[in-house]
């Protein structure tokens, strides 16, 4: 459910923000509050407080945002209290910058591999990405996993290529399973 009412939300903004040609505007008005709320988690809980009624909740929007954002972001904050969806506003903000990165194809990567990358293995790693994936930028997450044991394993949105020792070996284990003697 929290899925759906994030995706209906996140997609109204992201909608709204095309249709009023503010996008970079209202995606920077969304990190900046996605970061707030996240560092101050009090805000959402008293804005979800089963004591909070709707025009306290709009007043305190009111005071604390007040001036303070676009008429776009304002707006789209009232319709959330007004809709009691505010609890689900750090997925909401999480998915309209999803949409966004995909719209402005920035590709979200995450590369796993056992030990740390040099410059150069990182840089190989971006500018092959970069020829493969249709992305015009790529945001880079790097991990380091030591059970991996080597290889390297990419993902890029819900694309994975895997090609680590771990994932060679448990496809190996699986196979012998299944063999009889």
Not at 24 to 51: C, G, R
Not at 61 to 86: I, N, P
Not at 119 to 137: N, P
């Amino acid at each position: 459910m929290a899925k759906l009412v994030s995706k209906v939300y996140g997609d109204a903004l992201f909608s709204l923000a095309l249709e009023e040609n503010k996008l970079d505007e209202v995606w920077e008005e969304v990190k900046l509050l996605s970061s707030a709320l996240q560092e101050n988690k009090e805000f959402t809980n008293m804005m979800t407080h089963p004591d909070m009624t709707q025009e306290k909740g709009l007043a305190l929007l009111e005071e604390a945002f007040g001036g303070k954002l676009s008429d776009v972001m304002m707006g789209f904050f009232q319709v959330l209290v007004k809709k009691g969806r505010f609890s689900e506003i750090l997925s909401v903000l999480d998915y309209f910058q999803k949409e966004a990165k995909e719209y402005k194809k920035i590709g979200v990567v995450y590369v796993t591999t056992p030990t740390g990358l040099t410059k150069e293995q990182k840089s190989s790693i971006v500018e092959r990405l970069t020829q493969i994936s249709g992305y015009q930028s790529l945001e880079m997450n790097y991990v380091v996993d030591p059970g991996l044991l080597g290889g390297i394993r990419i993902r890029i949105g819900d694309r994975v290529v895997d090609n680590s020792i771990q994932t060679k070996l448990e496809e190996m284990t699986r196979s012998l399973s299944k063999v009889r003697v």
